[in-house]
């Protein structure tokens, strides 16, 4: 049914797999499309009790596929238009995981980064191997964290956390990221799989409205203004991608080496 993501049915659960194991699972344009439709396809079957997100191969997701941006289109300006893949793909794709009334537990197999450290908090239990970490690199290329990455992190560990990862853009272990709270367990890795599937076994046969009703009262408490920020982020992403500092920063990503900012 998909090339870029495998649909997993487990009894009452689904496990949605990110597959692009080559790329370590970078969000290029044809992998946004077909998980929105699986995260969509799980969120209305009620034969479904309980989800996993997690990736293939040794990654849970590197972040956006840097060499797939000429697939986003340009703006009436010439920009790289990174405003509508984040508000037509990447944004129901977190909202639909975050409100759909079951739970999702997020199973991090690896690096986490950029969208993807944000389709893992999206969850409602975050599950990560010893060897993960999580990165938001955003500003190693000049841009500013979004998929509700800073929303979703502050609500678990504080703004001072949040503008720690945001600002200096560097990986947190997971064990680390276990004594911040931002995880909820960690495992090693011989033992991550097995603990996951009793995880989501346990909670596929469980009360599931009950799971339903405390997801709406913390969505209600912490996250009502989500959309609203979303759309900020977009915004505020798009205007990153008009300077000068993003076209640097892929470009020396592209040619592998640092950097060279400035300001612009």
Known sequence: ?????????????????????????????????ELLDAVRSVAEDYAVRAVCVTGSGRAFSSGADLRDLTARGLTPEGHIDVQTTLTTTYHPILTTLRRMPKPA??????PAVGIGCSLALTCDLLVAAESAYML???????????GGALALMST?????????????????????????????DVLPDHEF??????????????????YAGT?????????????????????????????????EGVTAFLEKRPPRFSGG
């Not at 194991?21 to 499309?33: R, T």
């Not at 009793?198 to 469980?206: F, V």
């Not at 989500?226 to 505020?236: P, T, V």
Request: hydrophobic share 45%.
């Open 1 to 33: 049914m998909y090339e870029t993501v495998e649909l997993e049915r487990r009894g009452s659960a689904a496990i949605i797999r990110l597959y692009r194991p080559e790329a370590l699972n970078a969000w290029n344009h044809q992998l946004g499309i």
């Open 105 to 110: 537990v997020a199973a991090i197999n690896g």
């Open 136 to 146: 938001l690199g955003f500003v190693n290329i000049g841009l500013v964290p979004d």
């Open 156 to 184: 678990r560990v504080g703004a001072g956390r949040a503008t720690q990862m945001a600002m200096l853009g560097e990986r947190i272990a997971a064990s680390e990221l276990r004594r911040w709270g931002l995880v909820n």
């Open 193 to 210: 799989e097995d603990f996951v599937l009793a995880t989501l076994d346990r909670l596929a046969a469980g009360p599931t409205r009950s």
């Open 215 to 247: 997801k709406r009262q913390i969505s209600a408490w912490l996250y009502a203004n989500l959309d609203e920020q979303l759309e900020l982020e977009a915004r505020i992403q798009q205007e990153m991608a008009q300077c000068a500092d993003f076209r």
